[in-house]
């Protein structure tokens, strides 16, 4: 959007938040976010003077292009809302008047009823004609201000600022956690602390460029933090400002030591802005100027013979990137006691540390908001289904889009509040790119794999309030991971760790890890969580446990165990109970013929018949075996 748009844009609010009519109408239809920001507006708007409706203009400006960049929805709305606006009769004459104002170059505007003179000397500047313009002739004298900033003695100390107000990116924060985790040390702190010294002393202008997220901020903060004293007055203005008064303002500091903050330089450059005239005159009263500017933004004003330009041409930069070097991850590695640093060191990808901590609070906020129905439901599904991939101990290792899609049917709830959105669209939006960064799914290794980004993950496991993973999904963990044995012993040490203070009295708990150490080949220990998990109740630990039971000859044991099972429905039991009970009848009948029961032999043979084709060879071979060696010694006294 252009600037003269963002103007007009500004214009037509002013006017409308005075307007009654179209307030009435208007404001009941706004969302929440968008009409408290309007009803502020309007208050403060009739708490202006005509003097200071100038002042109003561009502080409204301001604020709207900073809702442009940081909120891009609620500016659309805005603009929405605005496009139909008709201002009523007398709105649009103290509109033109305005557009006449600003058009004309001069001191002053003349408006003449019927030609084009000025009495009494000659107007160096533009005369507006009409044919007939009512009310007389109206004459307006008087440059106007070109500020109305606010005296030093009101700027904020800098040991007082609130970093994160002034542009500093937030991180995440749980808890009683400080509001900004501890600085760590760039290699380039040495340069800049040298030149912020320079510029306190002489004035100048202090400029730290680099990649989006590269920590240009919080680099350009620190080391005006750390070389200038607590009691220096601050000055910060909003996108927008118009600088041209800030020399007169300063003059009349007194002894007050001052720095002008400028973050994101692009948006004060131009002729109100920083010129070369006002940064020429801010040298001259000794006032450093510390400023942050994109590597893009950079390249786009510094180059070429405009006034831009020529402000940025006598100010070298101090350059970041967003890989840190081997000795910031080291010192990134020594600073002990706070888990945001901690998480960065173990997790950020490719050394990137500053984007990994300026994310991690923008994508945890966005997919969490995306959990309403008129957002984004089965994406955020889908990525909190990946969280808990990453919680089972899998990490970065990337999980078939197969298993992360059979893991949102656990989620019973959620996948019935997401069942509005395709699966198709919410991988769309779970995979797409934020900040230029990186997305909230990022591509495996291998096609049609993906893993969470390593910020939710951590964030996940910090908050107290995270649900527990669902027990399907360590067990779907497990199975992901059977290619992969170290990640698979992974799984199953961070399930003991989560699970096993929940197993007794909890038959489901004790089933999972059950599964778990007989895919690991535990299987003594595997044994021992369903027996567990059957004694507790668990109906499938029972068909299991009576099977391994009746493997090792245990058959009266076995039998409790398998009616369980098999009386719940398994009917893998019950071909095992029939297994079993045929086996001890054939032992009774072996009893039963030695002592020459004729009715013995006979069920004997029609046993053997019964067994020639058992209900599954491998499961029952070897029932099958010890009952074809009992009845092969039952003699057969019956005829046929």
Same mark, same amino acid.
């Given at each position: 959007?252009?600037?003269?748009?963002?103007?007009?844009?500004?214009?037509?609010?002013?006017?409308?938040?005075?307007?009654?009519?179209?307030?009435?109408?208007?404001?009941?239809?706004?969302?929440?976010?968008?009409?408290?920001?309007?009803?502020?507006?309007?208050?403060?708007?009739?708490?202006?003077?005509?003097?200071?409706?100038?002042?109003?203009?561009?502080?409204?400006?301001?604020?709207?292009?900073?809702?442009?960049?940081?909120?891009?929805?609620?500016?659309?709305?805005?603009?929405?809302?605005?496009?139909?606006?008709?201002?009523?009769?007398?709105?649009?004459?103290?509109?033109?008047?305005?557009?006449?104002?600003?058009?004309?170059?001069?001191?002053?505007?003349?408006?003449?009823?019927?030609?084009?003179?000025?009495?009494?000397?000659?107007?160096?500047?533009?005369?507006?004609?009409?044919?007939?313009?009512?009310?007389?002739?109206?004459?307006?004298?008087?440059?106007?201000?070109?500020?109305?900033?606010? *005296? !030093?003695?009101?700027?904020?100390?800098?040991? &007082?600022? %609130?970093?994160?107000? /002034? @542009?500093?990116?937030?991180?995440? =924060? $749980?808890?009683?956690?400080?509001?900004?985790?501890?600085?760590?040390?760039?290699?380039?702190?040495?340069?800049?602390?040298?030149?912020?010294?320079?510029?306190?002393?002489?004035?100048?202008?202090?400029?730290?460029?680099?990649?989006?997220?590269?920590?240009?901020?919080?680099?350009?903060?620190?080391?005006?933090?750390?070389?200038?004293?607590?009691?220096?007055?601050?000055?910060?203005?909003?996108?927008?400002?118009?600088?041209?008064?800030?020399?007169?303002?300063?003059?009349?500091?007194?002894?007050?030591?001052?720095?002008?903050?400028?973050?994101?330089?692009?948006?004060?450059?131009?002729?109100?802005?920083?010129?070369?005239?006002?940064?020429?005159?801010?040298?001259?009263?000794?006032? *450093? !100027?510390?400023?942050?500017?994109?590597?893009? &933004?950079? %390249?786009?004003?510094? /180059? @070429?013979?405009?006034?831009?330009? =020529? $402000?940025?041409?006598?100010?070298?930069?101090?350059?970041?990137?967003?890989?840190?070097?081997?000795?910031?991850?080291?010192?990134?590695?020594?600073?002990?006691?706070?888990?945001?640093?901690?998480?960065?060191?173990?997790?950020?990808?490719?050394?990137?540390?500053?984007?990994?901590?300026?994310?991690?609070?923008?994508?945890?906020?966005?997919?969490?908001?995306?959990?309403?129905?008129?957002?984004?439901?089965?994406?955020?599904?889908?990525?909190?289904?990946?969280?808990?991939?990453?919680?089972?101990?899998?990490?970065?290792?990337?999980?078939?889009?197969?298993?992360?899609?059979?893991?949102?049917?656990?989620?019973?709830?959620?996948?019935?509040?997401?069942?509005?959105?395709?699966?198709?669209?919410?991988?769309?939006?779970?995979?797409?790119?934020?900040?230029?960064?990186?997305?909230?799914?990022?591509?495996?290794?291998?096609?049609?794999?993906?893993?969470?980004?390593?910020?939710?993950?951590?964030?996940?496991?910090?908050?107290?309030?995270?649900?527990?993973?669902?027990?399907?999904?360590?067990?779907?963990?497990?199975?992901?991971?059977?290619?992969?044995?170290?990640?698979?012993?992974?799984?199953?040490?961070?399930?003991?760790?989560?699970?096993?203070?929940?197993?007794?009295?909890?038959?489901?708990?004790?089933?999972?890890?059950?599964?778990?150490?007989?895919?690991?080949?535990?299987?003594?220990?595997?044994?021992?969580?369903?027996?567990?998990?059957?004694?507790?109740?668990?109906?499938?630990?029972?068909?299991?446990?009576?099977?391994?039971?009746?493997?090792?000859?245990?058959?009266?044991?076995?039998?409790?165990?398998?009616?369980?099972?098999?009386?719940?429905?398994?009917?893998?039991?019950?071909?095992?109970?029939?297994?079993?009970?045929?086996?001890?009848?054939?032992?009774?009948?072996?009893?039963?013929?030695?002592?020459?029961?004729?009715?013995?032999?006979?069920?004997?043979?029609?046993?053997?018949?019964?067994?020639?084709?058992?209900?599954?060879?491998?499961?029952?071979?070897?029932?099958?075996?010890?009952?074809?060696?009992?009845?092969?010694?039952?003699?057969?006294?019956?005829?046929?």
């Amino acid at each position: 959007m252009e600037a003269a748009e963002l103007q007009a844009l500004s214009d037509t609010l002013m006017r409308a938040v005075r307007d009654d009519k179209w307030w009435s109408e208007e404001y009941r239809r706004l969302s929440p976010v968008l009409a408290d920001f309007l009803r502020q507006a309007r208050e403060w708007q009739r708490r202006q003077t005509s003097v200071s409706q100038r002042s109003a203009g561009r502080r409204t400006w301001a604020t709207l292009e900073e809702m442009r960049y940081r909120h891009p929805e609620v500016f659309a709305e805005l603009r929405r809302a605005l496009d139909e606006y008709v201002p009523v009769e007398g709105e649009r004459r103290d509109a033109v008047r305005e557009v006449a104002r600003k058009d004309s170059p001069a001191l002053g505007v003349t408006t003449a009823q019927n030609d084009n003179t000025v009495s009494g000397g000659t107007f160096n500047g533009q005369v507006i004609q009409a044919a007939t313009v009512n009310g007389g002739m109206h004459t307006y004298y008087g440059q106007p201000p070109h500020t109305d900033l606010a *005296p !030093v003695a009101d700027w904020t100390r800098l040991d &007082a600022a %609130d970093p994160i107000a /002034f @542009g500093v990116r937030r991180t995440r =924060r $749980v808890g009683a956690e400080p509001t900004m985790p501890p600085y760590i040390a760039r290699d380039a702190d040495s340069e800049l602390e040298a030149r912020v010294r320079t510029a306190a002393e002489a004035g100048g202008l202090v400029l730290v460029t680099g990649e989006p997220l590269s920590g240009k901020s919080r680099t350009a903060w620190a080391g005006m933090l750390a070389n200038l004293p607590g009691t220096t007055r601050l000055f910060a203005p909003a996108i927008g400002t118009d600088l041209r008064g800030l020399p007169g303002v300063l003059r009349g500091r007194g002894g007050e030591q001052c720095v002008i903050w400028l973050d994101e330089l692009d948006g004060h450059l131009g002729e109100h802005g920083l010129s070369p005239v006002v940064l020429a005159e801010l040298v001259g009263l000794r006032v *450093p !100027v510390i400023a942050t500017m994109s590597d893009e &933004a950079y %390249d786009a004003h510094r /180059f @070429g013979g405009q006034a831009r330009a =020529r $402000v940025l041409a006598g100010a070298e930069p101090v350059e970041l990137t967003s890989d840190w070097t081997e000795p910031e991850l080291l010192r990134l590695e020594d600073s002990y006691g706070d888990s945001r640093l901690e998480d960065a060191s173990t997790w950020c990808e490719g050394a990137r540390v500053t984007e990994y901590l300026a994310v991690a609070p923008e994508l945890w906020d966005e997919w969490w908001r995306a959990r309403r129905l008129n957002a984004h439901p089965h994406g955020h599904l889908l990525v909190r289904a990946a969280i808990d991939f990453a919680r089972c101990g899998t990490d970065d290792m990337p999980i078939p889009l197969a298993a992360l899609r059979r893991a949102c049917a656990l989620y019973e709830q959620e996948a019935a509040r997401a069942a509005g959105e395709s699966f198709e669209d919410a991988l769309e939006w779970a995979t797409a790119i934020r900040h230029s960064v990186a997305g909230m799914l990022i591509p495996g290794g291998s096609p049609d794999t993906w893993r969470v980004h390593s910020s939710l993950f951590s964030e996940a496991e910090a908050r107290p309030g995270t649900p527990p993973v669902p027990l399907g999904l360590w067990l779907l963990a497990g199975e992901a991971m059977r290619e992969a044995p170290p990640y698979l012993g992974a799984v199953l040490a961070t399930a003991e760790k989560a699970l096993v203070h929940r197993a007794d009295g909890h038959p489901e708990v004790a089933l999972v890890l059950g599964h778990l150490h007989e895919a690991t080949g535990q299987t003594e220990d595997a044994q021992k969580w369903y027996r567990h998990s059957a004694d507790a109740g668990g109906v499938e630990a029972a068909g299991i446990v009576g099977r391994a039971l009746a493997t090792q000859g245990e058959m009266a044991e076995a039998v409790p165990y398998l009616e369980r099972a098999a009386e719940a429905g398994y009917t893998d039991a019950r071909d095992y109970l029939v297994t079993v009970l045929v086996d001890r009848a054939v032992f009774w009948l072996d009893r039963s013929v030695e002592d020459g029961s004729p009715t013995a032999a006979d069920y004997a043979r029609r046993l053997r018949e019964a067994v020639s084709l058992p209900p599954d060879a491998v499961i029952v071979e070897h029932f099958r075996s010890r009952l074809q060696e009992a009845l092969d010694a039952v003699p057969d006294t019956v005829e046929e």
